[in-house]
């Protein structure tokens, strides 16, 4: 099956800082979608993204499907940005569940 | 449109115990997904529903794991003679077709004791 992989696996900044978190897939997707999991557990949708590239704020996020990578910026880091970001893919030809990868842990302290 | 829900938040259990949690999606959205995470780890595929249909099973769901969404909206997971390795948080997602954005509810944490 598909591969995702996620670098780096944590992540230490200060605040202020900018960090690019990267997502790798081993085949061709239908969908990609990139999740900030809370303290709590909760997956909170960030982009969904199959190919381009789109901004929200301080995060924007790029995939080049036929390069089979996407990339998430995060600037001037915040400490609530603390958490696990996770990137998520939908195999192409497949059913519709996601592929998660093993997530970035990140930490901004202040 | 108020986000998918899940309850129990927290489930704590004795081996050997059953239980159920229930979703409710985002209403109008016709797909509902199931996904398991163990600590340190992403999201794992369970199970899926378009409508009423339960149209794909992970090998990770044995037979002590039973899923429906009966009417086509809300849908439950039981979960029969839990073991300790049954431990995780499970996590349900809506969505209006396969290919589209799916959108989590905040999980049920299980312990089993």
């Known amino acids: 099956g598909i591969q995702v992989e996620q670098s780096p696996p944590d992540l230490i900044l200060q605040e202020g800082a900018n960090s690019t978190l990267r997502c790798n897939f081993s085949?061709?997707?239908?969908?990609l979608q990139w999740f900030h999991q809370n303290p709590w557990g909760q997956l909170i949708n960030l982009f969904y993204?199959?190919?381009g590239t789109k901004q929200n704020g301080r995060l924007s996020a790029t995939t080049v499907a036929t390069e089979r990578y996407s990339l998430l910026y995060i600037s001037s880091s915040q400490t609530t940005d603390s958490g696990v970001y996770f990137c998520?893919?939908?195999?192409?030809?497949?059913?519709?569940?996601?592929?998660f990868g093993q997530g970035t842990t990140l930490q901004v302290k202040p | 449109d108020t986000g998918v829900s899940q309850d129990p938040r927290h489930k704590i259990t004795k081996r050997g115990q059953n239980v159920t949690f229930r979703c409710d999606p985002i209403?109008?959205?016709?797909?509902l997904y199931w996904y398991r995470q163990t600590l340190g780890q992403g999201p794992e595929f369970l199970t899926y529903?378009?409508?009423?249909?339960?149209?794909?099973k992970s090998r990770l769901l044995s037979d002590r794991f039973s899923a429906e969404r009966p009417k086509g909206s809300f849908s439950t997971l039981e979960i029969q003679r839990t073991e300790q390795g049954d431990s995780a948080m499970y996590l349900c997602?809506?969505?209006?077709?396969?290919?589209?954005?799916?959108?989590f509810g905040p999980g049920t944490r299980l312990t089993v004791l």
């Open positions: 997602a809506s969505s209006h077709l396969g290919y589209n954005e799916q959108f």
């Open positions: 085949d061709s997707v239908n969908n």
């Open positions: 993204i199959p190919s």
């Open positions: 998520a893919v939908v195999p192409l030809m497949d059913t519709g569940k996601l592929i």
């Open positions: 209403s109008e959205h016709n797909r």
């Open positions: 529903f378009q409508n009423e249909a339960q149209l794909e």
